[in-house]
């Protein structure tokens, strides 16, 4: 009996040891006035893999690395149809600039992957009287989408689940996320704690991604949208005591020409 329960004890441990997965992700997106860069880089870390897994994965890496450019543009096809459909983005355009992937066996039994990608996304700024206003509701990507011009191993080219760009979580409005202001540039971040995420080969991949919005300015941000002042705050200040200061003076005239008017319809009277 006791042996029984030691045997079931050592497969419990082995199992879970089996579903050990360390994922790091983090992606930063810079803002600049009619498009955006996204920087984006992962690793995983798969403990006790088995042979057919181990196999899938480098099988998978050599295909990619066989069509680096065809994947990159395949990527970006993939990243603006998703953008266009999923994400209300009208005539979205999408290039990938950098692309990188790589699958390495560290330690036997023990597969390391790292993916680092970067992305230039146009987006159209809305002009205010004080700034600019622009969506990024692409902070958001997660494109579960199938490509049927990358198949590999009939499991076709999906970005969610291949390189792992899930960001859905980070469609929290954006008055939630933490705002920093250096004097130069606003920092709008975001961190995630414990979210899961499955693999083409059906790994279950445990992640604590953060992502981090640059503006260049001072900005706030709502929703999906970040308000950049264009206009600086003194100059705002200038403008709104100048005004201030007319409408004063137009008082002060108005309020004379009144007296003014009285006395002459006083003496005519008189």
């Given amino acids: 009996m006791n042996c029984r329960v030691a045997l079931v004890t050592v497969l419990l441990i082995v199992l879970l040891l089996s579903s050990v997965r360390i994922y790091a992700l983090s992606c930063s997106i810079e803002v600049r006035d009619d498009y955006a860069i996204v920087k984006y880089s992962c690793t995983v870390t798969i403990s006790n893999v088995s042979a057919t897994e181990k196999n899938y994965w480098f099988g998978f890496k050599t295909a990619v690395l066989s069509v680096k450019y065809s994947v990159r543009r395949i990527l970006g096809e993939v990243l603006s149809r998703h953008l266009s459909r999923d994400l209300g983005y009208r005539n979205a355009s999408v290039e990938v600039l950098d692309f990188s992937y790589s699958v390495t066996e560290p330690t036997a039994g023990t597969l390391k992957i790292d993916v680092s990608m970067t992305i230039k996304i146009g987006v159209r700024a ?7 206003s622009i969506c990024v509701r692409f902070r958001a990507m997660s494109p579960n989408i199938n490509s049927t011009e990358f198949i590999y191993n009939n499991i076709p ?19 939630k996320w933490r705002r920093t202001y250096n004097g130069t540039h606003t920092v709008f971040s975001y961190y995630v704690a414990n979210m899961t995420l499955t693999t083409p080969f059906g790994t279950k991949v445990t992640v604590d991604p953060s992502e981090a919005i640059i503006v260049e300015g001072e900005a706030t941000a709502s929703g999906d949208y970040i308000e950049i002042k264009t206009v600086p705050t003194t100059t705002i200040a200038i403008v709104i005591t100048v005004i201030i200061a007319l409408v004063v003076l137009v008082v002060i005239y108005l309020t004379k020409l009144r007296k003014k008017i009285v006395e002459v319809r006083t003496t005519k009277y008189i």
């Fill in 126 to 132: 809305n002009s205010t009287m004080l700034g600019k």
């Fill in 157 to 175: 080219l999906n970005p969610a689940k291949c390189f792992f760009i899930y960001l859905k979580p980070f469609s929290v409005p954006l008055e």
